[in-house]
């Protein structure tokens, strides 16, 4: 199986940056996308930031002030957030797309979450 843990949250004035980490341990056979969602109370869970193929997206809220990244090697992402609002006040949870190893020739692929990291900008 697989498991994500996140890193990284706090507190931070507004104009301050975090940077979030999530690293995935497990039988991995390969990571397919990994991204970071969030969601502030009363709610809906929202996609801030996915990378897969490449290729990176960003919720408009956060495009020009948060980057995304991967380091391959360590099966980590990351999510450098710059320029924090008192509106990105959230829990932020990394999930990725990971096929696992079942045998030395078979993989299943899934869906993963980690525990969520608190974010919270206030002065």
């Known amino acids: 199986q697989v498991q994500l843990v996140e890193s990284g949250g706090g507190l931070v004035q507004p104009g301050g940056s975090l940077r979030l980490s999530c690293a995935a341990s497990?039988?991995?056979?390969?990571?397919?996308?990994m991204g970071w969602y969030r969601q502030a109370p009363g709610k809906q869970r929202e996609l801030a930031a996915i990378t897969s193929g490449g290729s990176t997206n960003y919720a408009d809220s956060v495009k020009g002030r948060f980057t995304i990244s991967r380091d391959n090697a360590k099966n980590t992402v990351y999510l450098q957030m710059n320029s924090l609002k008192p509106e990105d006040t959230a829990v932020y949870y990394c999930?990725?797309?990971?096929?696992?190893?079942?045998?030395?020739?078979?993989?299943?692929?899934?869906?993963?979450w980690g525990q969520g990291t608190q974010v919270t900008v206030s002065s």
């Open positions: 497990g039988r991995i056979f390969s990571i397919n996308a």
């Open positions: 999930n990725a797309d990971i096929s696992t190893d079942i045998s030395d020739t078979s993989w299943r692929r899934g869906n993963y």
